[in-house]
């Protein structure tokens, strides 16, 4: 006997939860439908009526994991430094990867072809982040491209971790790709202070030919992110797109 009787939302609520641990507890990370009934207490036709096919219920279930993940994001008010709130939120994403393997992996499956908004959502906190940092001059790159490089790379690390546990076994490679993409989207200076504590005095001259290098980037994406928060527009629409263009193009062209 099923529970197709039960209110609707209680049903698809059951069948979501249901599926989630499901997941969880699969040793590959997929579930059958027939297995999701029978755990559920519903009959096919009530999973097929809410979900539309495995496919939709699968996607249900990465926007669930969407949401679990940034339920502390988006209760986190921003600190005042907002390198600290990025090192912070590449470590919460891995640690959000190794607590929860299969729907990690499901959550940036190539079969899921639209994005969840939860997902787009992630995104903008990461830019917003890199905004702020940009805004405090401690970005070399526009904040845009910066959280593409990050979140790249960020997701490819943690998905190595969880895929191939048996491979990557250091417990040092996040940490260690997470400095060296950070080295790469802020200002010398920025990676010079946050090593300093634990590496001793720096004798690193402020002045080398590396921090003149960044010192432009640095500066256009300061100023481009700026001109975003003035209260007034001070350029009309064609000009301000033009030194969006101009700024964009001397933070992110490519330096040796």
Same mark, same amino acid.
């Given at each position: 006997?099923?529970?197709?009787?039960?209110?609707?939302?209680?049903?698809?609520?059951?069948?979501?939860?249901?599926?989630?641990?499901?997941?969880?507890?699969?040793?590959?990370?997929?579930?059958?439908?027939?297995?999701?009934?029978?755990?559920?207490?519903?009959?096919?036709?009530?999973?097929?009526?809410?979900?539309? %096919?495995?496919?939709?219920?699968?996607?249900?279930?990465?926007?669930?994991?969407?949401?679990?993940?940034?339920?502390?994001?988006?209760?986190?008010?921003?600190?005042?430094?907002?390198?600290?709130?990025?090192?912070?939120?590449?470590?919460?994403?891995?640690?959000?990867?190794?607590?929860?393997?299969?729907?990690?992996?499901?959550?940036?499956?190539?079969?899921?072809?639209?994005?969840?908004?939860?997902?787009?959502?992630?995104?903008?906190?990461?830019?917003?982040?890199?905004?702020?940092?940009?805004?405090?001059?401690?970005?070399?790159?526009?904040?845009?491209?910066?959280?593409?490089?990050?979140?790249?790379?960020?997701?490819?690390?943690?998905?190595?971790?969880?895929?191939?546990?048996?491979?990557?076994? %250091?417990?040092?490679?996040?940490?260690?790709?997470? %400095?060296?993409?950070?080295?790469?989207?802020?200002?010398?200076?920025?990676?010079?202070?946050?090593?300093?504590?634990?590496?001793?005095?720096?004798?690193? %001259?402020?002045?080398?030919?590396?921090?003149?290098?960044?010192?432009?980037?640095?500066?256009?994406?300061?100023?481009?992110?700026?001109?975003?928060?003035?209260?007034?527009?001070?350029?009309?629409?064609?000009?301000?797109?033009?030194?969006?263009?101009?700024?964009?193009?001397?933070?992110?062209?490519?330096?040796?």
């Amino acid at each position: 006997m099923t529970s197709d009787s039960v209110a609707p939302v209680s049903t698809k609520a059951r069948i979501l939860e249901v599926t989630a641990a499901l997941v969880a507890e699969s040793p590959d990370g997929d579930v059958s439908t027939r297995a999701v009934c029978e755990a559920a207490g519903v009959g096919a036709p009530a999973l097929y009526r809410h979900f539309g %096919d495995k496919e939709g219920l699968l996607s249900a279930v990465v926007d669930h994991g969407w949401d679990k993940y940034l339920a502390t994001k988006r209760d986190r008010a921003p600190g005042t430094d907002p390198i600290q709130d990025l090192r912070d939120g590449w470590d919460t994403h891995v640690e959000f990867a190794l607590h929860n393997p299969n729907l990690f992996r499901l959550m940036h499956s190539p079969a899921m072809r639209t994005p969840p908004a939860a997902a787009l959502e992630s995104h903008r906190i990461l830019t917003s982040d890199l905004q702020r940092a940009a805004e405090q001059g401690k970005l070399r790159l526009a904040p845009e491209l910066a959280a593409q490089i990050i979140m790249s790379a960020n997701v490819g690390v943690a998905l190595m971790l969880v895929s191939r546990p048996a491979t990557f076994t %250091d417990e040092s490679v996040s940490r260690r790709v997470r %400095d060296s993409v950070h080295t790469m989207v802020f200002t010398p200076d920025v990676m010079t202070a946050s090593t300093a504590a634990s590496a001793g005095p720096s004798t690193r %001259d402020p002045s080398t030919p590396e921090a003149d290098e960044a010192r432009l980037p640095a500066t256009a994406a300061r100023l481009n992110a700026l001109l975003r928060q003035a209260p007034a527009p001070v350029l009309s629409p064609a000009e301000d797109a033009l030194l969006t263009e101009w700024l964009n193009r001397i933070s992110n062209a490519p330096r040796s």
